[in-house]
């Protein structure tokens, strides 16, 4: 572990996903960053997710325009750093076993849209041509979204930390925080 600042900006605690991206983006703006993890970066929650990243999130707008903007700037972040992040388009199905889930995804069908989802309403034969695990009979309709992916979270970690560290953070690894005196 190498010797940390006497003195930051900011500090950010946690070295996943989030914490890595946060690092990157106050470091690129000037502000001096340092980042503290506990183990390794990724080695947290980051590191044991499914690994999938989509737009749609039913009867949420808000929250689907944030994943809008966060697939965004997953794609950026493999083009600035050249980095594989492992997208490849899966698509996401969500399936509807009663009128009311199918009057509600028709309710907010405009404003994800609006959000920059794309989303439809598909029939229940063609969510099972979708997906052939999908029994047909069983279901009213389905949302088919095609912007799910799956990914690589430790490569989009790697990605951020190559980032922040170019922009001058300090990434400090297997350093615990065991508590916080502001001054």
């Known amino acids: 572990m190498s010797r940390l600042p006497e003195r930051a900006d900011a500090v950010v605690i946690g070295g996943g996903v989030v914490g890595t ?31 999938v990243v989509r737009t749609y ?17 997953y794609r950026s972040l ?10 490849e388009r899966i698509g996401l199905l969500v399936l509807f076993t009663d009128e009311e889930q199918v009057r509600d995804f028709r309710q907010t069908q405009a404003a994800q849209r609006a959000a920059g989802v794309d989303v439809e309403l598909v029939t229940a034969a063609e969510a099972a041509r ?40 300090a990434l400090h690894t297997d350093t615990p925080v065991t508590g916080i005196d502001p001054d």
């Open 21 to 51: 991206s946060i690092a990157c983006r106050l470091a690129e703006s000037g502000v001096g960053t340092v980042l503290l993890e506990r183990g390794a970066l990724g080695s947290g929650s980051s590191g044991t997710t499914a690994g």
């Open 130 to 169: 979708l997906n052939p695990l999908v029994d047909e009979r069983t279901v009213l309709a389905a949302a088919w979204s095609p912007e799910a992916y799956a990914c690589d979270p430790a490569a989009i970690v790697r990605g951020y930390a190559a980032l922040a560290r170019q922009a001058g953070a």
């Open 57 to 73: 999130f039913p009867g949420n707008p808000l929250i689907s325009s944030l994943a809008v903007r966060s697939l965004a700037a």
């Open 78 to 87: 493999g083009e600035r750093t050249g980095t594989d992040l492992g997208l």
